[in-house]
């Protein structure tokens, strides 16, 4: 006698998982490091036309051959952006624009070419832009509504911009900083407060909207040759 068996097929949901991670690509001589992070990003210059991606530890790539911009267009999550230059330079233009999220950005020993264009949109920002950081063109920052903070202790050869919007805004200009024409901040809307710093070399207007502000300028301070 032959015996039949039922078989019953049974399915099990397995754990919803989204896999993050930042591309790295060269398009028309620039460096693209577009995506959401899985982590940490880490881009680092290797020599004068190639640079390391790093996201979350694991290498994404090395790119070779890049002579015109750098640009580093990220999610709406909370972003950790780690940029060294390694004493080498950006051939053209250096733009990051981190998106919406709690976010941090950090600029480090090297030369722009270029201008250094800095964006973010909602969320609580922190861009330090540190002492060895030369930009040949202008410099400019725009956070979105959110506590921010921004420092600066570089070198720029035209303007240094800050625009911020709604919130608490922090603005430091350090005693390293060089602004070869003129410093504009404009604090928006809040409690905000700015210390300002270094050399200008022409004016430093800072503005604000609705709020109590608070702007120190220290001793070493030098503006309007």
């Known amino acids: 006698m032959n015996r039949r068996y039922r078989f019953q097929p049974l399915c099990e949901t397995i754990e919803n998982r989204m896999c993050l991670s930042v591309s790295a690509v060269l398009s028309e001589g620039s460096l693209r490091v577009e995506g959401d992070a899985d982590g940490p990003v880490q881009i680092v210059a290797l020599d004068a036309d190639s640079y390391q991606v790093v996201d979350n530890g694991a290498e994404v790539a090395v790119i070779d051959g890049v002579w015109q911009n750098l640009r580093v267009n990220l999610g709406n999550l909370d972003d950790d952006v780690t940029i060294d230059l390694a004493g080498k330079t950006v051939r053209k233009h250096l733009v990051v624009d981190l998106g919406e999220g709690h976010n941090q950005l950090e600029i480090m ?25 030369v930009t040949r063109r202008h410099t400019m920052i725009h956070l979105g ?12 050869s035209w303007h240094l911009f800050y625009n911020g919007l709604g919130g608490t805004d922090t603005v430091t200009i350090l ?16 409690d905000n407060s700015a210390t300002v710093d270094g050399t200008v070399w022409r004016q430093a207007v800072v503005g604000a909207g609705t709020g109590a502000d608070t702007v120190v300028t220290n001793e070493s301070f030098v503006v309007g040759f």
């Not at 250094?116 to 002492?131: C, F």
């Not at 506590?147 to 600066?152: D, M, P, R």
């Not at 005693?175 to 809040?190: C, E, M, N, V, Y």
């Open 109 to 133: 020993n090297g030369s722009i070419a270029g201008q250094l264009i800095v964006s973010a949109g909602l969320g609580d920002d922190t861009v330090d832009i540190q002492d060895g950081v």
């Open 145 to 156: 509504d959110g506590e921010n903070t921004f420092s600066y202790g570089g070198k720029t």
């Open 175 to 190: 005693d390293t900083a060089t602004i070869g024409r003129h410093t504009r901040l404009k604090l928006g809307d809040g």
